[in-house]
Structures are given as structure tokens and as C-alpha cells.
């Protein structure tokens, strides 16, 4: 009998895209025969996961986990996709994000990590392998996020959630901060900068996080309006630095007018919670996961495919 070795096994893995215990068995019940092996995992009904690799995944969900670390926290958004809206609301794939949530706070939020960390016997990608096999649609763990703060909050908010749910949905924030005030004070100004931030989509936290790139783009266009209006460079000058601070007004996070106060920005509703609680505040760090953004779904008109299968206009 050939010896199965992990160089074997990854090169079956590749092949079928199944997940590594099941292809270590497949080698070993094949005396590690390659081809007899796929065929072993087509009869189990393993290896279709393998042909469902090429489909996009660009529904699913997202979900989150958090959990109280004495006077701090930690805190995880993942997102798990699937090929269609219908698997996204089945029970076994949300329970399975849920999972993957929990494993992702002991994770330092690269996804990679996250994937080849133990659950349930197996890795991850395992079992999203065999998540795969049993539904029957391709899936993708696509990225993960873990916060941790030793003294403050983290703030979770879910938008567009699953029914009946309030950890997973289409959207998912988190925000948090760091203080020595009360946790549930903090946490509850973290949610809702959280619900803002879902609400505004902002660029980053601070104007130093910006992408230089996206400032200097934004600078070049105003520029250019600047001098088509035909003012004084002097006059066009300030016109192009008060554009770049209103364009820091909409994509900042902090200096962006909060939506339920208007007459406020985010940093002045955390200098005004600070003074309430008479403790610092600082916002460290967002993130906002929507479903799906960033992959390029097939297009598909669904009024028109049933027109054209019934012959109607």
C-alpha cells in the first residue's frame, strides 16, 4: 500500500475540492490510487463540491459574535456566501456562520487563519466543504474581522436581519471603543455609531486613514472644476480646500453629521457621552460587511426569463 502523505492529500484536495480528512480516507480505502480516489468520493457523493466551485457566491450571510472580556471585549463579523437568497435563510447554513463567528473570536481576522482553525473535529474550509455536499451550492467563508478592546466596548449592529435572528443578516457593523466608563454606556454609544455607520457607509475612521489615493483624486476633480469657473487661483485655491473638507464631512466617519442628530457630528456625540460619563472616549476602530459587495454577480433580469419561457413580451 502506497503511503498516504499530506503532500498526496493536498493534491487530491486541490483536484476535488473536498475537504482533507475526507480525501486522507479516499487515499487510504484507494491504497492511494488518485483517480480511484475521486471516483470513490463521486460515489459518496463528496466530490461535487469540487463543481460547484465556479459558481458565484454573492448571497449568504453575514454574522456576528461577541463576547465580555472582563472590562473589555471582542468582538467578530465573518461572511459566509452561498449561490442563492433560498440556502441563505437555511437553518444548517446559519447555524454553520454562527459557528464560524464564535471560532472567529479567538482568530486575529485573517481569513486564511480562520479557515484552517479547528471546528467541530474538522478546519473550517472543512466544513464548509461539507456544507457544500450537503446543500448542494457552491460557498464561500470571503472575509472575517475581530476586534478586541481590553478596556471599553464593542458595538454589533445587524442590518437586514434573518428572520427571527438579531447575530446574522445582509449587513453587519461593528464599532469599538475604548474607556473607562461604563461598559453598558459604551456599548450602547458604540451600537449606534454602529447603526450610523451602516446608514452612511464612510471611507474611514479618522481623515489620517484615508486613502491618500482617494484625497488626491477628489483633489484633482475639484481642482478642475476650480479653474473651468475661471476664478482667481487664489479664489480657486480655497474653493479646492473647502470641497476636500466637505468631502471629509461625507467619508470620515468621524466627522460625519450623526443621522439621528444632524446638529452633531460622530466626534461630537462621543466628546458629549465622554462628558456625560466624565471619562475619555476613543473611537478605534469600524467595520462594515455588506452581502455580496465587491463580487460580481451574474446578471439575470428575472421578469424576463419567465416572459421568455412563457413566450410573453
Not at 464599532?175 to 474611514?204: C, F, K, M
Request: hydrophobic share 50%; with cysteine.
Amino acid at each position: 500500500m502506497a503511503e498516504i502523505t499530506a503532500t498526496l492529500v493536498k493534491a487530491l484536495r486541490d483536484k476535488s475540492g473536498v475537504g482533507m480528512m475526507d480525501c486522507k480516507k479516499a487515499l487510504q480505502e484507494t491504497a492511494g490510487d488518485m483517480e480511484a480516489a475521486i471516483d470513490w468520493l463521486r460515489a459518496k457523493g463528496l466530490s461535487k463540491a469540487a463543481k460547484k466551485a465556479d459558481r458565484v457566491a454573492a448571497e449568504g450571510v453575514v454574522a456576528i459574535a461577541t463576547r465580555v472580556d472582563g472590562g473589555g471585549m471582542t468582538a467578530a463579523v465573518i461572511e459566509l456566501n452561498a449561490e442563492t437568497d433560498f440556502v441563505a435563510r437555511n437553518e444548517v447554513f446559519q447555524a454553520a456562520a454562527r459557528k464560524i463567528a464564535v471560532v472567529a473570536l479567538d482568530i486575529d481576522g485573517n481569513v486564511e487563519a480562520l479557515r484552517a482553525a479547528p471546528l467541530g473535529g474538522a478546519t473550517v474550509a472543512d466544513s464548509v466543504t461539507e456544507l457544500v455536499a450537503t446543500i448542494g451550492e457552491n460557498m464561500l467563508l470571503r472575509r472575517s474581522t475581530r476586534f478586541t478592546v481590553r478596556t471599553g466596548a464593542i458595538g454589533a449592529y445587524i442590518h437586514g436581519a434573518a428572520v427571527g435572528a438579531t447575530d446574522l443578516g445582509r449587513m453587519g457593523v461593528l464599532v469599538a471603543v475604548e474607556g473607562d466608563g461604563d461598559q453598558a454606556v459604551l456599548r450602547e454609544l458604540a451600537r449606534n455609531i454602529a447603526l450610523h455607520a451602516a446608514a452612511t457607509a464612510p471611507l474611514s475612521l479618522s481623515v489620517d486613514d484615508l486613502d491618500p489615493a482617494a484625497v488626491e483624486r477628489e483633489r484633482a476633480i475639484f481642482t478642475e472644476q476650480s479653474i473651468a469657473s475661471g476664478k482667481p487661483p487664489s479664489v480657486a485655491e480655497k474653493m479646492v480646500e473647502g470641497r476636500i473638507r466637505k468631502f471629509y464631512e461625507e467619508a470620515v466617519l468621524l466627522k460625519q453629521a450623526y443621522v439621528r442628530d444632524p446638529a452633531i457630528t460622530i466626534e461630537g456625540l462621543v466628546a458629549q457621552t465622554a462628558k456625560e460619563i466624565g471619562s475619555p472616549i476613543k473611537v478605534v476602530g469600524f467595520v462594515r460587511f455588506a452581502l455580496g459587495e465587491g463580487v460580481e454577480k451574474e446578471a439575470s433580469d428575472f421578469a424576463a426569463e419567465v416572459a421568455s419561457m412563457t413566450g410573453g413580451a
